[in-house]
Every structure is written in structure tokens, then in C-alpha cells.
């Protein structure tokens, strides 16, 4: 069966750095949208970014542009989230997803398969 297992959450200061990783197994994903979501405590899930397997073109969200790079690699079947310059509201669970959507399509419904979900806090 499809799973995405996601890892490297954890606790950092104001300004300091994380990478999220997603391991996906299960079938080919080579068709597919991987993203990265997050959601907060009493709030709506949304959008971070995401990628298209087959020709690595990303999307960004605005809250988080120029601060996290998403990649992958195809070898390892994994998608990372590398993310700096954290500040305390990027604070929430973050998911990794799967779905065959385009790229700019920042709606979770959309996407098909989830992780479990990583926690990220930034203390201030």
C-alpha cells in the first residue's frame, strides 16, 4: 500500500533551521504532486509548497517564499522540505502529500495520500 512517512521535526529557536524529509513507497509517483502542508492548533490546514515528481518544477507559498526550498530524489523516493530563517508562527504539524493535481493547486482536498505528520515548533 501507498505510504508517505515523514521525519526531522523537532524544536528550534527564532531564526534557526529544519529539513523535513518524506519517504514514499508503494507505487510510482512519478505522475504525482508532492506537497508539504502544515496546520496549527484550532486552524485550517494549508498550503507550503510543493513539487512536481517528474520535472522538479516547485510552488511556494507566500508566507514561506524565499525561506523554504522543497526538492526530491528520485533515487531515494524522497521529498524534503529544507526550511530557514523559521520564526515561531511557522509553528504546526507539518504533513506530506500526494496527489495527482497540478502543481499550483494549493487545495489539500486535492491532494490523494497523506503522512502522519511531523512536529515543528519555533520558540521565540
Known amino acids: 500500500q501507498v505510504q508517505l512517512v515523514e521525519s526531522g521535526g523537532g524544536q528550534v529557536q527564532d531564526g534557526g533551521s529544519l529539513r523535513l524529509s518524506c519517504a514514499a513507497s508503494g507505487r510510482t509517483f512519478s505522475t504525482y504532486t508532492m506537497g508539504w502542508f502544515r496546520q496549527a492548533p484550532g486552524e485550517e490546514r494549508e498550503f507550503a509548497a510543493s513539487?512536481?515528481?517528474?520535472?522538479?518544477?516547485?510552488s511556494y507559498a507566500d508566507s514561506v517564499k524565499g525561506r523554504f526550498t522543497i526538492s526530491r530524489d528520485n533515487a531515494k523516493r524522497t521529498v524534503y522540505l529544507q526550511m530557514d530563517s523559521l520564526k515561531p508562527e511557522d509553528t504546526a504539524v507539518y504533513y506530506c502529500a500526494a496527489g495527482r493535481t497540478g502543481v499550483t493547486n494549493t487545495n489539500w482536498r486535492s491532494f490523494d495520500y497523506w503522512g502522519q505528520g511531523t512536529q515543528v515548533t519555533v520558540s521565540s
Open positions: 513539487i512536481r515528481w517528474s520535472s522538479g518544477t516547485t
